[in-house]
Each structure stands twice: as C-alpha cells, then as structure tokens.
C-alpha cells in the first residue's frame, strides 16, 4: 500500500481490499474484474488497462523527461532485443542481422534482464562491426532509449510495447502466446 500503481492480475470474490484506496492507481486488466471489485467497493476509483505500460509516460513524466536527454539512439538507430530462445527457433536469424547490420546502425536493446540479455546482446554486437549495446539499465532509460529509434525488432512483448507507446515502429518475434 501507498502512493503506488497496482495493476491487479486477476480476481475471484474480492474481499478485504480496503487497503486499495491508499495507491496511487488501482488497474484491472478487463472490464469483467472492474465490476468484480465495484460491486464490493463502490466507491473505489478502478481504471481498466491491460497493461499498466500503456501510463507510463503519464506517471513517470519527470522521469522520462530527463533520461530521454541522455538516449544514445537518435533516429538513425534500428534497436534489436534478442533472447536465446528466439535465436534457437530462428537459426537462420544471424544472418538476417548482418543483412540489416548492412543497411542500419544495429543498437541492441537488453530488456529482459532475467534472462541474462545483455550478456547475448553484447556477444553480437561483437560480430556486428558498427552495432553497440545500450547502456540503458533501468526502466525509465530503456523506455527513452526505445523512444528515440528508428524502429524496433524484438523478443519482447512489453519491449515492443513501449515501441507502441512512443510511435516507433516494432516488429515483435511471435515466439509465445504472448506475443502472437
């Protein structure tokens, strides 16, 4: 609790959520659990959004602001996020980013940070003369970082859509259910 966001990810009978009216935002992902919770908590603000990356421009403003002064892309940049698992269901995807590496300045883009990325990205970038990694590290930076390219190629849903968000084109891989 606090001036948080809290994007709920699903319900069933809600109960004891008077604690929701100490954040900041509460979001639902459907319309169905905006009236779940209402008929319990009428007169608890509720916003339906399926994702909460669709405000964050509108909550991290100030934030945004200053790291978009510091992006290392410009608009000449093509950004790439790559993960292994694309790389092991499109074995013929290496030689897809030379052609491009010829055509475009490459900027990898680490984003899924779990999965150990960066180390991939940084990998690639080495047999891609002229392409670099971007220093970005936290959320706010990447979003910047995302905003100022040319377009965007990538593994990740929320990735693509912090492209989305910021009218940068995107092609997303199609690698899970998510993403499809």
């Known amino acids: 609790p606090g001036p948080h966001i809290l ?3 699903g319900i069933h009978m809600p109960d004891n959520l008077d604690f929701l009216r100490e954040y900041r935002l509460v979001s639902v992902r459907s319309k169905a659990e905006k009236t779940e919770i209402a ?5 608890l603000e509720i916003e339906v959004h399926p994702c909460t990356t669709v405000l964050f421009d509108q909550f991290y403003a100030a934030e945004l602001e200053q790291a978009r002064r510091g992006t290392q892309g410009g608009d000449e940049w093509v950004g790439v996020h790559l993960n292994n698992t694309t790389l092991r269901k499109l074995p013929r995807l290496f030689p897809a980013l030379e052609q491009l590496n010829r055509e475009c300045r ?3 883009i680490p984003f899924t940070h779990y999965e150990n990325d960066r180390f991939l990205m940084e990998t690639l970038s080495r047999w891609l003369p002229g ?8 959320v706010v930076s990447v ?12 593994s990740s849903m929320h990735a693509a859509m ?18 499809r």
Do not use: T, W
Request: net charge neutral.
């Open 7 to 9: 994007n709920s990810v």
């Open 39 to 43: 008929r319990a908590y009428p007169d």
């Open 106 to 108: 490459l900027m990898f």
């Open 131 to 138: 392409s670099r990694v971007s220093p970005a590290n936290d």
């Open 143 to 154: 979003f910047a970082e995302i905003g100022s390219l040319k377009a965007l190629v990538s």
């Open 162 to 179: 912090f492209a989305y968000l910021q009218n940068v084109p995107a092609l997303a891989f199609p690698q899970d259910h998510k993403l």
